[in-house]
DNA sequence: CCGTTTAATATGAAATTTCATATAAAGCGG
DNA sequence: CCGCTTTATATGAAATTTCATATTAAACGG
């Protein structure tokens, strides 16, 4: 008399949804991680941003964006917010112009590397509770998803 | 010159962290559904609550903000804007006071049972860009992953 | 070199989201 | 029944996010 899902979340629409599957997985995973960010005083995007120049120092902001997996002007203003923190520096970029090129301050470049690694560490231990087979499969089978989508968006 | 994600978007961390790989399959996966729910009006959030209303008509918030992946203040709004679009309604549960049980509408039935159906139709577009065996395989997989999840969150 | 188009980033107002807290109803021990 | 604790939802101010558009630089055709 409470639907489907009140005794059985699987039941239903929504629990079996792929969507719903992918989104409640990875809002989870990452809330584990984030919490642990956020003791560091980093908010998700800004853990984004710092993971994505600690692969690559010197990104611009639209590229940033993209990785980060938000809007550009969204990502204009974190940018702010963090170089205001001391934990990234903008510079033009000398051969263009329109491009600002977004670099790790010493202290971003710590902060980067120690959360980088704590990201490891928690990686493992998401998928360390998943059959060594499974764990073998999911990145493999999410990157093929990706590409999928990527495609239709072109 | 540019960072490893310049020429291969793959190498470095980020590329293939397991939390970005969910994160940025959730986000494109959704985004192509949710360009389609917009045209209907309906943005991601009331998407979501028309999806468990869907599944189970008359939950509460809390519950209904659980399966949304939502906080419950931020439930609470949403619920007030569709009931103000007509396409849900607030009871008082006769048995206990607090809880706000929330209904669908005639219109909100019919507009949740369209979106419900294209959202299968749209799942079953992505599964086909996989082989049939990771298809099989990938929401099986996320259950898993899930269960681990929520243990750990207890 | 000029005018036009495109690309990269910034900005500001409006809307949403978060955070802390308020309200109000149950539940519970005595 | 009374006070105390817990549960469910609401509310309001502050912060963030979105959306549309502005700004500035490059690119390009003539």
Same mark, same amino acid.
């Given at each position: 008399m409470d639907? +489907?899902q009140?005794?059985d +979340? #699987?039941?239903g629409?929504v629990?079996? $949804?792929?969507l $719903? &599957?992918?989104?409640s997985?990875s809002?989870? @995973?990452?809330?584990?991680? %984030?919490? %642990?960010?956020?003791?560091?005083?980093?908010?998700m995007?800004?853990?984004?941003? &710092? !993971?994505?120049l600690?692969?690559? *120092?010197?990104a611009?902001?639209?590229?940033? !964006?993209?990785? !980060?997996l938000? #809007?550009?002007?969204?990502?204009t203003?974190?940018?702010?917010?963090?170089?205001?923190?001391?934990?990234?520096? /903008? /510079?033009?970029d000398p051969r *263009?112009?329109?491009?600002?090129r977004?670099h790790?301050?010493? @202290?971003?470049?710590?902060?980067?590397?120690? &959360?980088t690694a704590?990201a490891?560490?928690?990686?493992?231990?998401?998928?360390?509770?998943?059959?060594p *087979? *499974? !764990?073998?499969?999911?990145?493999?089978?999410?990157?093929?998803?990706l @590409?999928?989508?990527? #495609?239709?968006? #072109?």
């Amino acid at each position: 008399m409470d639907g +489907p899902q009140a005794s059985d +979340p #699987e039941a239903g629409f929504v629990g079996s $949804y792929l969507l $719903y &599957l992918l989104a409640s997985v990875s809002e989870r @995973a990452s809330a584990e991680f %984030h919490a %642990h960010a956020r003791n560091q005083g980093v908010r998700m995007p800004e853990w984004r941003v &710092l !993971a994505c120049l600690h692969d690559g *120092d010197g990104a611009m902001i639209t590229r940033l !964006a993209q990785f !980060a997996l938000m #809007e550009q002007s969204r990502l204009t203003k974190i940018v702010d917010q963090m170089a205001a923190r001391g934990l990234v520096t /903008r /510079r033009a970029d000398p051969r *263009d112009g329109r491009r600002v090129r977004v670099h790790l301050t010493a @202290a971003g470049r710590r902060l980067a590397a120690q &959360l980088t690694a704590d990201a490891r560490a928690h990686e493992a231990r998401i998928l360390d509770r998943l059959d060594p *087979d *499974d !764990a073998a499969r999911i990145k493999p089978i999410l990157k093929k998803l990706l @590409a999928g989508l990527k #495609e239709g968006a #072109e």
